[in-house]
């Protein structure tokens, strides 16, 4: 029988983080993950971003995010050996006078100048706006992708990762800890994103609010360069003269895939605001895992023992699982409090 600290059952963007995260501090962990093909972490666009633009408000513990974000990225380029992480500019292009003298005023202030660049700056060719645009500072992406392949492929050359799907009526809980077929471990720890959301995992956990996401990518006449810019929808180039344009929103419709509704408002989107021809190559859609109070789901399972919950981050897991898989991990070896705002027992009535 084979025994480790931890099962994670999950292995998108919040599964991989904390695995790497739990073996940073000693624990050692075997990942389950069955990869669906619309599972959010494979059609996320994959960047991070401190600041809601369009309220001008720093997101929940920015600061603290941005700090460990910066280490643990790296950090993982280096355990896999592979490149993901790639700092890059956002481009905020303003709608209105009043929005650019609200950029000045707020690149201004000591909270928001480390992220904002104070001045305005012209329009790359092609771009059609009328009042000009500000860059953020920090800001970047990852290349998703590239980032689970690598993690997958580092478990599962010591034997810790098992491609295939976790059927949690097999899991028997006992005093201190659990067995699983030939498995066994302190705990599980399900970071199963969008399906627990769904409701598709036999595992039941309350609080959610799912919300789907669509992008397409397209074929520009001209190449965008190294730009990623935000006009309300975001345009990413991606070289090769294509560039990766979303992301949507919508409140249903969750199985049902791409929808042509939201593909054409990505399209009209892309008219609007880029002056060339253009031609649509992909499309697809996703599920983020939002929860009802916008705070993800991190803590003891409310009803099952030895089962803990890693979820519900909502359109911002690159930015926030380094930051709460930290939290989670010294609250495994040292103790520290979990965040109370997070824990998954709030949402039981
Ligand atoms: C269109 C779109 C664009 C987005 N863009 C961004 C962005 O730019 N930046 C950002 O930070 N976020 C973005 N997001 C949100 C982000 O994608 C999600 O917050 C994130 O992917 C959630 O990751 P997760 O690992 O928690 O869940 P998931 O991505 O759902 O991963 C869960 C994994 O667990 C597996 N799994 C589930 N149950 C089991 C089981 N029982 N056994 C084995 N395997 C199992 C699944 O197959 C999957 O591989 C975007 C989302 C969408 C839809």
């Known amino acids: 029988m084979k025994y480790v600290d931890y099962i994670v059952v999950g292995g998108g963007i919040s599964g991989s983080v904390l695995s790497y995260t739990l073996m940073k501090y000693g624990a050692s962990v075997h990942v389950f993950d069955l990869p669906k093909e619309n599972q959010s972490s494979v059609v996320a666009s994959g960047l991070w971003n401190p600041v809601v633009l369009k309220r001008m408000k720093k997101v929940w513990k920015a600061d603290e995010m941005m700090e460990t974000l910066q280490r643990v990225y790296p950090a993982m380029e280096n355990w896999t050996g592979k490149k993901f992480y790639h700092p890059l500019p956002i481009r905020r292009v303003f709608h209105s006078a009043g929005e650019q003298n609200q950029w000045i005023a707020h690149s201004d202030h000591p909270s928001f100048s480390p992220y904002l660049n104070e001045s305005i700056s012209s329009l790359p060719e092609h771009i059609i706006a009328a009042h000009g645009s500000g860059i953020m500072k920090q800001t970047g992406r990852i290349k998703v992708k590239a980032m689970l392949a690598a993690v997958r492929a580092t478990l599962k050359a010591s034997g810790n990762f098992t491609e295939e799907k976790f059927n949690w009526s097999q899991l028997e809980s006992h005093g201190d800890g659990v067995k699983y077929g030939s498995l066994g471990a302190h705990a599980v720890i399900s970071c199963e994103g969008a399906q627990t959301a769904l409701r598709e995992s036999k595992l039941e956990v309350t609080g959610f609010a799912p919300v789907k996401g669509e992008v397409i990518t397209v074929k520009l006449e001209k190449d965008l360069g190294k730009e990623c ?121």
């Open 229 to 349: 810019i935000h006009q309300g929808h975001f345009m990413i180039g991606e070289g090769n003269h294509e560039a990766l344009v979303g992301a949507t929103y919508a409140w249903e419709g969750f199985r049902d895939g791409p929808s042509s509704i939201k593909r054409a408002e990505l399209e009209e989107h892309v008219r609007k605001v880029w002056d060339g021809s253009f031609e649509t190559l992909t499309h697809k859609a996703g599920v983020r895992p939002a929860v009802k109070d916008r705070k993800p789901l991190i803590g003891p399972h409310p009803k099952e023992k030895n089962v803990w919950i890693f979820n519900g981050m909502g359109s911002r897991a690159i930015l926030m699982t380094p930051y709460l898989a930290e939290n989670l991990a010294e609250h495994f070896m040292y103790g520290t409090p979990l965040l109370e705002e997070c824990q998954p027992q709030r949402m039981v009535k």
